[in-house]
């Protein structure tokens, strides 16, 4: 694959209002790179698009150790949509190396699961990959392409090397779209370790609304043991967030919760409200034992505009990325947006649908998937 095809410099908020918000913020940010004088670019690292033709990369993750086929530092994609454009119906995982070293990861077949996945494979924004070497991604599979045949999908779970070995159901698990992790995998001695999962579910309903909003999309907390020799087990599921709106979209398949993060000291799960147009905070995630239903409002409106992906910034300010603009967003933990740049420009409106996973990487930048170009870029 063509590695850094193209580099483009960008230009955001003037430096008086950045100053003015960094005032009232304290935070260090790109924000405060920005007045700093450094110049910002964008540099594409890769095509997404393996051999099958898959396209439409949706989710983004950082290895975080080498394990198997898995290489630490490396970023993980999920590929949403066959080679032939249809939502829902992608299966593959690309990995992808900070030089542009492309390989295939998985491509998974939803007619040789090792278990029950409702309307088989199509990969989202779901994705994380343990300590512990486990790689496990969210299913939305449909059957033609649209909402109209989409079903609950399951969590796949795969080993370091690509291979299918479980899949994770429940009637709480309904059309998985995004999801973060708390890892406590994979350190050494830890014979017993544990893995929580922020799940963000958006099919409670949303067909049958066949398009009008239904305030029934969820947020779960999935607790994992994560034995040191086998795959990891379901010890329980709870409903941490709960009544965010949702509906079918016939250009997006499905609107609803999405991206989450967990803020730094592990008290509040951030979830991109995407029909509100707002960053959702819950509070005492790892800990609650009943819904915190749709949180409080960390901001709304502003540079927001349809926020999608989401990742922690290495300094714990929240990055979101809009589904109707090519924007992303900085907003500190105070909830003040106080940057905002354009990383797609191409389309009309500029950037519109095109932008989706996301993770900063310290001295490096945030990485990202385009589904305009189907590219991992490097904005740093």
Known sequence: MNKHQ?????????????????????????????????????????????SNGDVNPYGVFRVPRTMGQLKKGNILVSNFNNGANLQGTGTTLVQISPQGNFSLFAQIDPMSLPGPCPGGVGLTTALVVLRSGWVIVGSLPTTDGTAATAQAGCLLVLDSNGNVVETITDSQINGPWDMTVFDRTGEEGNHASEATLFVSSVLNGTVAGGGLIVNEGTVLRIGLSVPKSSAPSVHSITVVGSGFPERTDPAALVIGPTGSALSKNNKVLYVADSLNNRIAAISNPLTRQTSGNTGSTLTSGGSLNDPLGMALATNGDVLTVNGNDGNLVETTPKGVQIFVTLLDNTGNPPGAGTLFGLVDVAGQGIYFVDDGSNTLNLFH
């Open 6 to 50: 193209k580099t483009t410099s960008f230009v955001t908020l003037t430096a008086l209002a950045l100053a003015a918000l960094l005032l009232i913020s304290g935070s260090i940010s790109y924000a405060q790179q920005m007045l700093g004088g450094k110049s910002f670019t964008i540099t594409t690292i890769s095509s997404t698009i393996p």
